[in-house]
């Protein structure tokens, strides 16, 4: 069985090794000659728009995904009236445009923070007035882990942050002063199944997730499941999806959500009965999907632009080190550890060796 990946960075690289054990074989396609998911299956080295190599992966694979939210929708198009295209394109349409993801919260009665489209400098004072200040300018699309986004609480910085992000769509959200940060992976195959793997509980840095816990019978779960539930049914979603929340009291606001596996989820390939990893796979392929159950309390510190030492992570009783085996640059996820151990406080303790190893021995 040959999946087809639309991007070979680490959540493909990830995707093809749980393939592995089920005689799945993954075919990605990346610009990137170095992509480094090419050790892990076969790489169709180009552009995304390059329609020879769309006709082979659509030739090749029993159905083609991706790993991140920015493919040309052109080249999503040429592809799915070829070969079954999973998660649904629209979902992808829908996840990479901030204000029609956030539309689309809204519509489904789901909690996010205030928001307003922005074109215009003048557009800006006026979402100001309705989202009150601090806020975030962000743009539409393109952004990722914190990139495009600048916080407004003055007008000095309104002008900035215009500046430095106009010329493409903005939108302006309210800023939310949250408890803490959330997140729910979910997986929903074609038949209808849907399966949740515990919330989790992340922290971020400078925008880019630093780190994330699992938090089996947390009291939000209800809450988050029946927001996350919503969206699968209205998109009828096949595979993982992901939705980001702000906790601010017992409310849950979504901040995004990304139609593919996420970072959030990396603990699950130790931490659970199967996988994000294999259950999309399990998904898109229409193969039974895998129990979610939590093994043992987990969590995750990702390593960003410098890994640690291998025999310093591995010194650390209950973790397991994922070296992505991409070149380090300032901001680059280069790999991560998951930790499992029996108890709670094992992992506590596991994760403050982790964080003291990449600098941020001072957390929490
Ligand atoms: P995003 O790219 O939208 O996921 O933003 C990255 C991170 O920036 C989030 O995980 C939050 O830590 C922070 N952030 C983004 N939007 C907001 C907001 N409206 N209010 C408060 N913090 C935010």
Known sequence: MIVGILGGGQLARMLAMAGQPLGIHCLFLDPARDACARTTGELLCGDYGDERLLDELARRAAVVTYEFENVPEASLRHLASRVTVHPHPKALALARDRWHEKRLFTDLGIPTPAF???DTRADLDQALAVTGRPAVLKTRTMGYDGKGQRVVRNTGDADTAFAALCGVPLILEGFVPFDREVSLVAVRHAAGDVRFYPLTENIHRN????QSQ???????????????????AHLDYVGVLAVEFFQKGDTLLA???????HNSGHWTIEG???????NHLRAVLGLPLGATRVLAPSAMVNFVGRLPQASAVLAVPGAHLHVYGKAARAGRKLGHATVRAPHEPDVLDALSRLRALVDLADWN
């Open 214 to 232: 699992a938090r089996p019978g947390d009291p939000m779960t209800a809450r988050a499941e029946t927001y996350v539930g919503r969206l699968l």
């Open 207 to 210: 925008g880019v997730l630093a």
């Open 255 to 261: 901040n995004e959500m990304a139609p593919r596996v």
């Open 272 to 278: 659970a009965e199967t996988s994000q990893f294999e």
């Open 116 to 118: 307003v489209a922005v």
